[in-house]
Every structure is written in structure tokens, then in C-alpha cells.
């Protein structure tokens, strides 16, 4: 709680009150401002923007952190969001999301109860440990340059082969006769070999979402997105 106390809740929420009469809100009638305490001591504000399409309104708190960027960036450690009346309002989801950005789960909101840490406002929340998880430890399939134009198009074919008497998988990426008429059908790119299917199905699946896993004994699977289709019933699935 001792976080909590040196926080000038009056104040944020003073400045959050201000910013909210300069709010453009003409469609909902519903003004909302919002002023965030930065972690070198500075205070920045926000107030919602309307727009004729409703689709793209900017919400105070979307003010907030481009603000804070303008300014000198920083992180967030506390938010007063109030309505017309000078009330603390809740976030909404999207901008919960940007708070998580840009304050962590630690940024606290003035709530009407008590401040709530961010983490107790959006719990399992997104962020960027997520994707480095999957982008820093495993690195995600290319498809060649001179091969993006048949990104989505064509067929994957994994199958097993041999290497120093080992069984491995590989794949090669076939042109389908049924991209454009005429077209000539052939290979567009042979796979590296792989110790794990699943590994060589992905190298698919970056190509083309059909996708097709033949087994030793001839036997094809399904192994692409979305529902088998007739000619392929039934789907790949690990021993």
C-alpha cells in the first residue's frame, strides 16, 4: 500500500477532469479524460475523440500514451480516468491492453473502491514475453523471395526419406494446375530433412494451408487447415 499513498490521486484526477472539458464527443454526449502519473514524475493527459465513422474513436487513454511517447516515453505508474462528472471511470478492454503496454502489471487505476494494479484489471494478459517466447527461441519459417507470389497457393507434400540409414521427414512445395489456367504444375521448392514431422509440416503450413502428409506405406493425411477435405478424410496425427 505504500506505493499507493505517494501517489496524488487528487491531483491526477484534477488534471483528468480538465483535459475531459477539451474532449470531442459529439455523437456519444459521453466526454471521458484521462491523466497518467510517468515514472520520472511527469504527468501526462488524454481526452477522447469522436469520429462520424464510430469504428475509429480515440479514447482518452489512447491520448494518454501518445502523449507519454511525444514527451519523452517512460512507463506509466498510475491513471485517473474520469467522466463528465469528474468520476473515475473504468478503462475499456482495448485500452486495458494499452495501459499493459505501456504501465505493466504493476500501473495502477483509480478505481471508485481502491487503485487496482493492472494485473488484478486484466488478468493473463498478452504481452511482449509472449511473443519473444516464440520468436526469440524459435525461429519462424521463410518462404524465399522469389517465391512469395506463391504464398497461400499450391500444395505441401511431407514424406519420409533416409539419411545415413535414418529415417527423416522432408517436403517439397508443388505447383497445383488449378492456380491459373494453363499454368505448368512442378515443384517450387524442396525442403531441408527434419528428425520430427511436425517441424516439416510447419515449413508447410508458412507456404500454403494445404498441406499433405504421405507415410511410409503410401497412406495420405491431412495435415493443412481446417476440415480434411473429401479427397483426404482423414487428419495427420502423431504415433
Known sequence: MGVVMEIDWERLRAAATEVMRHAYAPYSKFPVGAAALVDDGRVVVGCNVENAAYGVVLCAECGVVSSLHATGGGRIVALSCVDATGEPLMPCGRCRQLLWE????ECL??????????????PHAFGVEDLEAVVGETPLPVVPERL???????????????????QVWTAYWERSSGDTEGAETGVLEEGPTWDDPAEA???????????????????????????????????????
Do not use: C, Y
Open 102 to 105: 505501456n504501465g505493466g502489471p
Open 109 to 122: 487505476i483509480e478505481t471508485k473502491g481502491r487503485p487496482l494494479r493492472m494485473a488484478e484489471l486484466l
Open 148 to 166: 512469395a507470389a506463391w504464398r497461400g497457393r499450391g500444395t505441401v507434400f511431407v514424406h519420409p526419406d533416409l539419411s545415413a540409414g535414418q
Open 201 to 239: 509440416i510447419t515449413w508447410g503450413l508458412a507456404r500454403t494451408p494445404r498441406v499433405v502428409v504421405v507415410d511410409a506405406s503410401g497412406t495420405i493425411f491431412w495435415a493443412g487447415e481446417g476440415e480434411p477435405p473429401l479427397e483426404i478424410p482423414v487428419r495427420w496425427s502423431p504415433a
